[in-house]
């Protein structure tokens, strides 16, 4: 938004949507207790829409609530009050000022780990339709020492068949794909047998639970940040050809293979976040997709002269692609969003950046089957 010409010749700044919508838990926060005061307020004009889910154990449910008569609170029902533990909520609120304008935020929180107990949260979720290259992940709440017996209580097929392997990140994360992306039409099933399994001293599972997922058409892009181009190939054909700007040669945009894990219309970016002190902070970034867990996102760019794409790297790292303020949907970064699912695969080259670590994101595609295969905690 642009600045607004007060009275007296004063210069006004129109509220950012961190300050038009205040959500409670903060964005990030962590921990949260089961009676924490989930509540979203408008500080002027109106609420439009909110959507508050909680996720807890790879499954998002809806959270029921209203907003208020005069359209400045938004408050879950009487029922939802209580939060539940060992789970992330996600709240995303679109709101109108004073003078009609639109401002959308998207925040998440976390509940305290039920005691004693692990649960995996699973990407993706169930019933999903995703891109060839998706990676199954389950993160745990708790790091995992019996880590040959959770193994043995996860299993992941496929139809038509194809070996599915694990890999262990850390002691927190365990992953799951094919030598080679999956196949259209693919149906995976992931069954979690961990009720009552030991994780570690004292802590046992709590899952018993059945996941299917889908694998949607073959869309594969690859950027080309040397031509500051975008080539998007869908069953093997070049649909699209954009022009982008990706990390500048200090901030060059890593290489290889990197897969959309999640998708937000609109998002903030803040550089403290990702290790840039405060060079940014942007708190309506328009169609945003991530590909790594350390920042890097492909996104909508309102703020980079016309110019920019197609002719300079100017990013942290991001790759951009042309928007508006607010979000075109017929912009090439609306286009793109619209179009992509999560799992679908992003490819890097010529940036001058190192290969992105297998484990950043769902990276895995960067490393060797044989490798793979060899972090399986079962013989």
Same mark, same amino acid.
């Given at each position: 938004?642009?600045?607004?010409?007060?009275?007296? %010749?004063?210069?006004? $700044?129109?509220?950012?949507?961190?300050?038009?919508?205040?959500?409670?838990?903060?964005? %990030? +926060?962590?921990?949260?207790? &089961?009676?924490?005061?989930?509540?979203?307020?408008?500080? $002027?004009?109106?609420?439009?829409?909110?959507? *508050?889910?909680?996720?807890?154990? #790879?499954?998002?449910?809806?959270?029921?609530?209203?907003?208020?008569?005069?359209?400045?609170?938004?408050?879950?029902? $009487?029922?939802?009050?209580?939060?539940?533990?060992? @789970?992330?909520?996600?709240?995303?609120?679109? +709101?109108?000022?004073?003078?009609?304008?639109? &401002?959308?935020?998207?925040?998440?929180?976390?509940?305290?780990?039920?005691?004693?107990?692990?649960?995996?949260?699973?990407?993706?979720?169930?019933?999903?339709?995703?891109?060839?290259?998706?990676?199954?992940?389950?993160?745990?709440?708790?790091?995992? &020492? $019996?880590? !040959? &017996?959770?193994?043995? /209580?996860?299993? *992941?097929?496929?139809?038509?068949?194809?070996? *599915?392997?694990?890999?262990?990140? #850390?002691?927190?994360?365990?992953?799951?794909?094919? !030598?080679?992306?999956?196949?259209?039409?693919?149906?995976?099933?992931l069954d979690l047998r961990l009720r009552g399994v030991r994780g570690a001293p004292d802590v046992y599972g709590v899952q018993r639970k059945t996941v299917h997922f889908t694998v949607g058409r073959d869309q594969r892009t690859v950027v080309d940040a040397r031509r500051h181009t975008m080539t998007v190939h869908r069953n093997g054909e070049v649909v699209r050809r954009v022009p982008v700007t990706t990390g500048s040669a200090k901030n060059p945009t890593y290489t290889g293979d990197m897969v959309i894990s999640e998708k937000f219309e609109v998002t903030r970016m803040n550089a403290r976040t990702v290790g840039f002190g405060g060079e940014y902070d942007i708190e309506d970034v328009p169609h945003a997709m991530r590909l790594t867990d350390s920042g890097t996102f492909l996104h909508g760019n309102?703020?980079?002269?016309?110019?920019?794409?197609?002719?300079?790297? *100017?990013?942290? #790292?991001?790759?951009?692609?042309?928007?508006?303020?607010?979000?075109?949907?017929? @912009?090439?970064? /609306?286009?793109?969003?619209?179009?992509?699912?999560?799992?679908?695969?992003?490819?890097?080259?010529?940036?001058? !950046?190192?290969?992105?670590?297998?484990?950043?994101?769902? /990276?895995?595609?960067?490393?060797?089957? @044989?490798?793979?295969? =060899? #972090?399986?905690?079962? =013989?």
């Amino acid at each position: 938004m642009g600045t607004l010409l007060a009275g007296c %010749g004063a210069m006004i $700044e129109p509220q950012t949507p961190a300050q038009l919508i205040e959500v409670t838990p903060r964005d %990030g +926060a962590e921990d949260v207790t &089961a009676k924490g005061n989930l509540r979203v307020t408008a500080t $002027e004009g109106r609420l439009d829409k909110v959507e *508050v889910a909680r996720r807890s154990r #790879g499954a998002a449910h809806a959270v029921p609530g209203s907003i208020s008569s005069d359209g400045r609170t938004w408050r879950p029902s $009487e029922s939802a009050r209580r939060l539940k533990l060992g @789970s992330k909520y996600t709240v995303d609120v679109v +709101a109108l000022d004073d003078e009609g304008r639109r &401002a959308a935020r998207h925040t998440t929180f976390t509940t305290k780990a039920q005691p004693r107990r692990f649960i995996g949260f699973f990407t993706p979720e169930h019933r999903q339709t995703v891109g060839t290259g998706m990676i199954l992940s389950i993160r745990f709440n708790r790091p995992i &020492a $019996e880590r !040959e &017996a959770v193994e043995r /209580g996860i299993r *992941v097929t496929a139809s038509p068949p194809v070996k *599915v392997a694990p890999h262990w990140f #850390g002691a927190s994360r365990l992953d799951f794909r094919p !030598e080679e992306y999956w196949k259209p039409g693919t149906r995976v099933t992931l069954d979690l047998r961990l009720r009552g399994v030991r994780g570690a001293p004292d802590v046992y599972g709590v899952q018993r639970k059945t996941v299917h997922f889908t694998v949607g058409r073959d869309q594969r892009t690859v950027v080309d940040a040397r031509r500051h181009t975008m080539t998007v190939h869908r069953n093997g054909e070049v649909v699209r050809r954009v022009p982008v700007t990706t990390g500048s040669a200090k901030n060059p945009t890593y290489t290889g293979d990197m897969v959309i894990s999640e998708k937000f219309e609109v998002t903030r970016m803040n550089a403290r976040t990702v290790g840039f002190g405060g060079e940014y902070d942007i708190e309506d970034v328009p169609h945003a997709m991530r590909l790594t867990d350390s920042g890097t996102f492909l996104h909508g760019n309102y703020w980079a002269p016309k110019r920019t794409f197609g002719k300079a790297n *100017v990013s942290h #790292g991001c790759i951009g692609l042309r928007d508006r303020k607010g979000g075109d949907p017929g @912009s090439p970064a /609306g286009t793109f969003f619209r179009e992509s699912l999560t799992g679908d695969v992003v490819t890097v080259k010529n940036s001058g !950046e190192r290969t992105v670590a297998p484990g950043n994101g769902l /990276g895995g595609w960067n490393m060797p089957w @044989s490798s793979w295969t =060899d #972090g399986s905690a079962l =013989d």
